[in-house]
Nanobody, 126 residues
Framework: QVQLVESGGGLVQAGGSLRLSCAASGLTFSSFNMGWFRQAPGKEREFVAAITWSSINTYYADSVKGRFTISRDNAKNTVYLQMNSLKPEDTAVYSC???????????????????WGQGTQVIVSS
């Protein structure tokens, strides 16, 4: 079956960096668009970043643009999220998600994604 397993979360001070990884199995990874979402306590899940199957297009939430970078390695079936200049408001559970290739792919919406990981906790202290 399809599995998405995130890693790399943890506790970091404001201004620090973390690199999240999401290892995929059970699917043809190079055929899927990939996204990162996050959910803070008491808040709805929100879009963070996405990358198309070919890596040609990337998308970012305004709140992370210029600080976070999404990338993927199709040979390793892995998508990454490099997070720099972290802020306390970045504290959340970060989940990766996979979306089948589609002309109607909308990277910003939860409904576009077919598979989800369990998430990894990121805590940014002030």
């Amino acid at each position: 079956q399809v599995q998405l397993v995130e890693s790399g979360g943890g506790l970091v001070q404001a201004g620090g960096s973390l690199r999240l990884s999401c290892a995929a199995s059970g699917l043809t990874f190079s055929s899927f668009n990939m996204g990162w979402f996050r959910q803070a306590p008491g808040k709805e899940r929100e879009f963070v970043a996405a990358i198309t199957w070919s890596s040609i297009n990337t998308y970012y939430a305004d709140s992370v643009k210029g600080r976070f970078t999404i990338s993927r390695d199709n040979a390793k079936n892995t998508v990454y999220l490099q997070m720099n200049s972290l802020k306390p408001e970045d504290t959340a559970v970060y989940s990766c998600a996979a979306a089948s290739r589609s002309y109607s792919y909308n990277p910003w919406t939860v409904q576009s994604y077919n598979y989800w990981g369990q998430g990894t906790q990121v805590i940014v202290s002030s």
